[in-house]
């Protein structure tokens, strides 16, 4: 039985409802379900949650952390807390090492000192610290640095949409011929699993959406780079083209709460605009089912794992062109992509979208197809254990200590 060692500073249950926690989480099933052996390598947890996942091994690692916040944290405290997790790693009788981002870079150090065998393998996401703002990405030198080594070390770097494939060689500074596309998976029937008609009903009624068309649907963390205040801006510029019971529904929370509800207020969208807050995963796909289109107007984004979610239920989609989006958005097939933080670019495909009732229909059907064929888990899982098979046989590369000196505080 092949052994695995993932190691991730966070994974769902234990810590935020993020997609590349739920990721983690889910390929590990997967593979425990596929006959694979799975040892998952984590922070401590942020969350009073017990562990549940038979079949799946979970040790936790903890560190002496430098107390500080924000960026600092990440920067001090994440390489150190990957250099302890890589020990318990090497210490496993694992066949190999998979890693999330920066969590692979202690593992890098250890092959490189002879201290680990099994290869490594990284998928670096969606790499949002290299292309923020300059003061950030000066902040993130150090972080930026400790992602090189350990890609240089990686016998394969897993990029989860097409636009990653170009930005790890780009930003990792790693040959393209090491980069393997593979998304992050969905599984499709577990989604349709979660329709029920009793609950759309009760939603229906509790949330007062009888009539309300066309229904609009959003989910994602209240954040300002998730671009809400844009759809606000596309809404206004639409209003008197709508319908006059247009509802705009928007799952999540977040920092950006307060800000929204203030332009809600400007726009006199108290009658077309509904901040739901989190609710549980049988309400948010049964949302999925009652909507008439979905909306994700983010600025900078992962695979986006709510976009994959939206096309299991035959949704309409329109989006922006970043991250993993455009992989999962063909033009006029089965949605649209406008740039980012044009809100007007965005009314305007918003009313294209919604022009043909008939066309909307067939737009989701493609979506579901597309969910179906190129994100369902049982794809990806046969991607990615055809990856572990092809470099299983080879050795590392092995990277040049010189690269980070040993005794970097890295």
Known sequence: MMHVAFLSRAVFGLHSYGGMERHVLELARHLTRANVRVTIITMPPTRD??????????????????????????VLNYPRWSQAAARVAAALPVDLAHAQGVGGYGYARLLAKGGARAPLIINPQGMEEFKTTFAKRAAYVPLHAA??????????????????????PRFLRVPPERVVLIPNGIDVDAARNWVSIDVQRVLVQRLQLSQRLPLLLSVGRLEQNKGFAVMLDALARIRSFLPSKWLWLLVGEGPERAALQEKIRKYQFRDHVRL????????????????????????????????????????????????GIPDKILRGQNGYLVPPGDAQALADKILLALRDPNRLRGMGNVSYQIARERFDWRVVLAQTLELYQAVLPARAPQPRLADVPLDSPL
């Open 49 to 74: 949650a017990q562990w549940h996942e038979p079949g799946i091994d979970l040790k936790i690692v903890e560190t002496a952390r430098v107390p500080v916040r924000g960026i600092a944290d990440r």
């Open 147 to 168: 992602a090189r080594y350990a890609a240089k070390c990686a016998h394969a770097l897993i990029a989860s949409d097409t636009l990653t494939v170009q930005d790890i």
């Open 276 to 323: 739901l807050g989190n609710v549980d995963d049988i309400s948010l796909h049964n949302l999925y089912e009652l909507a008439t289109l979905f909306v994700h107007p983010t600025l900078f984004e992962g695979s986006s794992l709510v976009t994959l979610e939206a096309m299991c239920h035959a949704r309409p989609l329109v989006g922006t062109l970043v991250g």
